[in-house]
């Protein structure tokens, strides 16, 4: 399994060396909507090309050339012909891993990707969650991983345990965020400033939270609290845990005006204390969301009690209060962590596992007091989902990524789905299995135990406009000897001229 820090076979096999160069565009629109349709690709090429980092010219490690994306619209709607300039799926593998499956991305283009455990091996699901668990880090790309460690100061030692650890990078700092629940309840957080060479910790944040959990940050909103020595308000959110209110199923908030360093309670939760009986005891209306451009606290409810509905949960005064927006009666299976994204000018985008076990996806202009009718955007051929998460960045740019299959639930892949031009009328997305299809990453029976299970996927998209996603492999031939990470991405190409 050490071999599983650099290249695999399977990665080595799929080595790119360049891309081919394009030169032509699709010609021809006899009629309006043909015509709208084909602004609407070549709007979408020029946002691509305006994004490509400098390095497209060639392929990044683990590309898979002969599978490129494929350019759709929304409920599977395949173009033909497929436009130019479509965009190539690559994977590698990062090490032996846990519950989570978390990426970020800084803005000089180091990769992290955790939780990795410390020592693979020493233990099999479910007990393995207690074991230590550390970051591995990319500086290539993916093409090596360098194994990070957040320890304690003096101590090369890991003080992160292995269930549900969240990662990510914000993209306006690159500030790195490591998290995971402590006992007996709270969470042990770790930063970054400097790609991964030194970490600073809080090593407990303080009860109630606990588990199901998530780290956000973003400016203050208008007459709030502000932040000192960090830019941001920095949010740690996670259920209320099993001590000491006695419940899990109610959303608790903690805030931090220090960049981590303390946390306090925001004052209130978005759901309802207790909760109310049709969500039972353990059913949690509420997903961490997001903060906004304008400070906004934005958080997603799958409303119980009131047949299938999905609600937003706003606050503006950074968690004290919350008003709630209804977003539409709509069949919910499940709403995944992180459902809700926001982009660079305010636009909310939501995800959710809805009919059919399909992802679709609802986007809002206006602090979420209406939303657009829900779009399918499954890749073309996906039939069911495990999984879903969502994220965005520029203006219109968002990737979602998630567990698809093809053949009916029997085995699934793991796909990322992107657009540059989300608000349009007809969006047109490009998506692709970023494994070869043939080895797929899980299989029906593929354990979902504590240890074993995917708790939630995330992903990030990076300062040159590319999607990048976290997923697990779990004991298939691709990955036969234990649980896995994947850090994929789209590579972009350029067109010739």
């Known amino acids: 399994m050490r071999r599983l820090f650099g290249y695999s076979d399977v990665a080595r096999r799929w080595r790119c060396r360049a891309a081919d160069e394009l030169a032509s565009r699709t010609k021809g629109a006899t009629s309006r909507p043909a015509l709208l349709a084909s602004l609407s690709v070549a709007l979408t090429l020029v946002s691509a090309l305006a994004l490509a980092p400098p390095s497209s010219a060639a392929l990044d490690p683990g590309c898979d050339r002969a599978r490129p994306a494929i350019a759709h619209?929304?409920?599977?709607?395949?173009?033909?012909?497929?436009?130019?300039?479509?965009?190539?799926?690559?994977?590698?593998?990062?090490?032996?891993?846990?519950?989570?499956a978390a990426l970020g991305v800084t803005g000089a283009g180091t990769v992290f990707y955790g939780p990795i455990e410390f020592e693979e091996g020493v233990l099999p699901a479910p007990e393995k969650i207690a074991l230590p668990t550390i970051v591995v880090r990319s500086r290539d790309r993916g093409a090596s991983w360098e194994r990070d460690v957040p320890g304690t100061a003096g101590l090369p030692l890991p003080i992160h345990g292995g269930?549900?650890?969240?990662?990510?990078?914000?993209?306006?700092?690159?500030?790195?965020?490591?998290?995971?629940?402590?006992?007996?309840?709270?969470?042990?957080?770790?930063?970054?400033?400097?790609?991964?060479?030194?970490?600073?910790?809080?090593?407990?944040?303080?009860?109630?939270?606990?588990?199901a959990n998530a780290l956000i940050e973003g400016p203050a909103p208008l007459g709030g609290e502000q932040p000192a020595g960090y830019r941001h308000v920095v949010y740690y959110c996670a259920n209320a845990g099993e001590v000491p209110l006695g419940n899990d199923s109610f959303l608790v908030c903690q805030k931090s005006l220090d960049g981590g360093q303390t946390f306090a309670y925001v004052g209130s939760s978005p759901d309802e204390v207790p909760p109310p009986e049709d969500c039972g005891t353990t059913i949690r209306q509420t997903r961490v969301g997001a903060v906004g451009r304008d400070g906004n606290l934005y958080f997603p409810q799958n409303v119980c009690g009131q047949?299938?509905?999905?609600?937003?949960?706003?606050?503006?005064?950074?968690?004290?209060?919350?008003?709630?927006?209804?977003?539409?009666?709509?069949?919910?299976?499940?709403?995944?962590?992180?459902?809700?994204?926001?982009?660079?000018?305010?636009?909310?985008?939501?995800?959710?596992?809805?009919?059919?076990?399909?992802?679709?996806?609802?986007?809002?202009?206006?602090?979420?007091?209406?939303?657009?009718?829900?779009?399918?955007?499954?890749?073309?051929?996906?039939?069911?989902?495990?999984?879903?998460?969502?994220?965005?960045?520029?203006?219109?740019?968002?990737?979602?990524?998630?567990?698809?299959?093809?053949?009916?639930?029997?085995?699934?892949?793991?796909?990322?789905?992107?657009?540059?031009?989300?608000?349009?009328?007809?969006?047109?997305?490009?998506?692709?299995?970023?494994?070869?299809?043939?080895?797929?990453?899980?299989?029906?029976?593929?354990?979902?135990?504590?240890?074993?299970?995917?708790?939630?996927?995330?992903?990030?998209?990076?300062?040159?406009?590319?999607?990048?996603?976290?997923?697990?492999?779990?004991?298939?031939?691709?990955?036969?000897?234990?649980?896995?990470?994947?850090?994929?991405?789209?590579?972009?190409?350029?067109?010739?001229?």
Not at 183 to 210: F, I, K, M, R, Y
């Open 73 to 100: 619209y929304a409920g599977g709607v395949t173009l033909d012909p497929q436009p130019l300039g479509a965009p190539i799926p690559c994977m590698v593998f990062t090490g032996p891993t846990t519950d989570s």
């Open 163 to 211: 269930l549900t650890d969240w990662l990510s990078v914000d993209p306006e700092t690159s500030r790195v965020w490591y998290a995971s629940p402590t006992l007996p309840c709270g969470a042990t957080v770790s930063w970054s400033d400097d790609e991964g060479q030194t970490w600073s910790h809080n090593l407990n944040s303080g009860c109630p939270d606990q588990g």
């Open 307 to 497: 047949g299938a509905a999905l609600r937003l949960a706003v606050s503006g005064d950074e968690g004290a209060s919350w008003r709630y927006e209804p977003i539409m009666q709509t069949r919910v299976e499940n709403l995944y962590p992180p459902a809700l994204a926001v982009d660079a000018k305010n636009n909310l985008y939501l995800a959710w596992k809805g009919a059919g076990g399909l992802p679709y996806l609802t986007i809002s202009r206006n602090q979420g007091r209406s939303w657009s009718a829900p779009l399918e955007i499954a890749a073309p051929g996906v039939t069911q989902i495990r999984q879903l998460a969502v994220t965005a960045r520029r203006a219109r740019h968002i990737s979602l990524s998630y567990l698809g299959s093809t053949d009916g639930g029997q085995t699934f892949n793991a796909y990322i789905t992107e657009t540059s031009n989300a608000l349009a009328a007809q969006p047109l997305f490009w998506s692709a299995s970023v494994n070869d299809p043939a080895t797929p990453v899980a299989v029906s029976g593929t354990s979902e135990t504590f240890g074993d299970r995917i708790q939630f996927l995330n992903g990030t998209i990076d300062a040159h406009g590319t999607p990048w996603a976290a997923f697990h492999c779990a004991f298939t031939v691709l990955c036969p000897e234990a649980r896995t990470g994947i850090a994929a991405h789209l590579a972009k190409v350029r067109l010739a001229g």
